[in-house]
């Protein structure tokens, strides 16, 4: 085996059903690209997903393989190791837990979370716990190093799945150079477009129910101001309860639901909120709050599973219980010097994580596996 791996890296799940390991495996595929290496890169890629035009493949260490087989088909059980014996790679990466379970040479296997198996209700059937348990089993069993974004889901892995500390390699995550603080007339041309008041509390990610929307919603009830919340993202029609919830407690001219945001409109959408609300109860990583960061906006965010590794000391950190959280929101609407120094620190702490880093670190994982170095 020569010093320069070949690596697959099966990127079939960057599509918009999967949007946080699409988000995950687009930055590591930029920040290979961007570091110094001599291996080559073979990214597979399925259907209409963002791939066909990334920077990478204008990079001579990195093709673009298109292949038929979906993300959580059973085909790929038998035409990847087909593909497999035709690339002869040194190594597969799996950015997800369902992946070719046998046929593929030293996979190396990233696990975000395991919160089909720690967050009751966060699937929502037996069927699809039956598929998590079984996949994320079968997954673990046969890799060669396991990846994750942090020592919270590494802490579940360990305790959940038995599996040897010394398999598991934590290596974080980053938000895209595209979150940075936005300049004031982009800022002004999205409060035009959504109709948004100069002042407005944010929160954005999905109404699945580990997110916490309706405690979110409980606790602005007790907020006393003037500036409205802002819950943008995408709209599952099962977990309704967050709206019914507005209308029970009669804050519909309080609360604003703006559902598929554009990516592009993002950035700007966190830079003019007047502080980032995140009470999610469970995060394999948490990127939203690491966005809204690296924005220059003040984050409040639940202290439980990742997020205070994320977070750290640059955001107010709290039980995702009504009570505390409405303090925590009373206080920084309150308290304009609090926000300015929380959007600083918060800005300094977003630095610390980069796409490249997190690339060298992978890297560093598949030089150990592929080369046994």
């Given at each position: 085996m020569s010093d320069h791996l070949r690596i697959v890296l099966d990127a079939r799940a960057t599509t918009p059903h999967f949007p946080g390991v699409s988000r995950a495996t687009l930055g590591l595929l930029a920040g290979l690209a961007e570091i110094e290496h001599s291996h080559h890169v073979a990214v597979l890629s399925w259907n209409e997903n963002p791939l066909p035009g990334h920077a990478a493949f204008s990079d001579p260490r990195f093709t673009r393989i298109p292949v038929r087989a979906a993300p959580l088909g059973l085909v790929q059980q038998w035409t990847l190791?087909?593909?497999?014996?035709?690339?002869?790679?040194?190594?597969?990466?799996?950015?997800?837990?369902?992946?070719?379970?046998?046929?593929?040479?030293?996979?190396?296997?990233?696990?975000?979370?395991?919160?089909?198996?720690?967050?009751?209700?966060?699937?929502?059937?037996?069927?699809?716990?039956?598929?998590?348990?079984?996949?994320?089993?079968?997954?673990?069993?046969?890799?060669?190093?396991?990846?994750?974004?942090?020592?919270?889901?590494?802490?579940?892995?360990?305790?959940?799945?038995?599996?040897?500390?010394?398999?598991?390699?934590?290596?974080?995550?980053?938000?895209?150079?595209?979150?940075?603080?936005?300049?004031?007339?982009?800022?002004?041309?999205?409060?035009?477009?959504?109709?948004?008041?100069?002042?407005?509390?944010?929160?954005?990610?999905?109404?699945?129910?580990?997110?916490?929307?309706?405690?979110?919603?409980?606790?602005?009830?007790?907020?006393?101001?003037?500036?409205?919340?802002?819950?943008?993202?995408?709209?599952?029609?099962?977990?309704?309860?967050?709206?019914?919830?507005?209308?029970?407690?009669?804050?519909?001219?309080?609360?604003?639901?703006?559902?598929?945001?554009?990516?592009?409109?993002?950035?700007?959408?966190?830079?003019?909120?007047?502080?980032?609300?995140?009470?999610?109860r469970y995060e394999g990583f948490g990127l939203p709050p690491l966005e809204a960061m690296a924005c220059g906006t003040p984050v409040i965010a639940s202290n439980s599973s990742s997020l205070p590794e994320v977070v750290g000391d640059a955001g107010l950190l709290v039980e995702p219980e009504v009570a505390p959280l409405a303090e925590a929101l009373q206080w920084l609407v309150d308290d304009p010097v609090l926000r300015e120094d929380l959007a600083a620190r918060g800005l300094e702490r977003a630095c610390g994580f980069t796409w490249a880093e997190t690339a060298r670190q992978t890297l560093a994982v598949y030089e150990r596996v592929g080369l046994g170095s």
């Open positions: 190791p087909l593909l497999s014996r035709s690339l002869r790679p040194d190594l597969w990466h799996a950015p997800f837990y369902v992946r070719p379970f046998a046929g593929i040479p030293r996979p190396v296997v990233t696990i975000y979370d395991v919160i089909g198996r720690v967050v009751p209700g966060a699937l929502p059937s037996p069927r699809s716990r039956l598929f998590f348990e079984l996949a994320i089993r079968l997954s673990l069993r046969g890799a060669a190093q396991i990846i994750t974004s942090s020592a919270a889901t590494k802490r579940d892995l360990i305790a959940e799945y038995g599996v040897e500390p010394s398999c598991i390699s934590v290596i974080p995550l980053a938000a895209d150079r595209s979150f940075a603080p936005q300049p004031a007339t982009a800022i002004r041309a999205l409060r035009e477009r959504y109709a948004l008041p100069p002042r407005y509390l944010l929160y954005f990610g999905s109404n699945k129910p580990h997110k916490n929307q309706p405690l979110l919603v409980r606790a602005f009830a007790r907020v006393q101001t003037n500036v409205p919340l802002v819950i943008a993202g995408a709209w599952d029609q099962r977990f309704d309860e967050p709206k019914q919830l507005v209308a029970e407690l009669g804050l519909s001219d309080r609360v604003r639901f703006i559902h598929d945001v554009p990516a592009a409109d993002v950035p700007a959408l966190l830079s003019g909120a007047l502080a980032f609300v995140f009470p999610s």
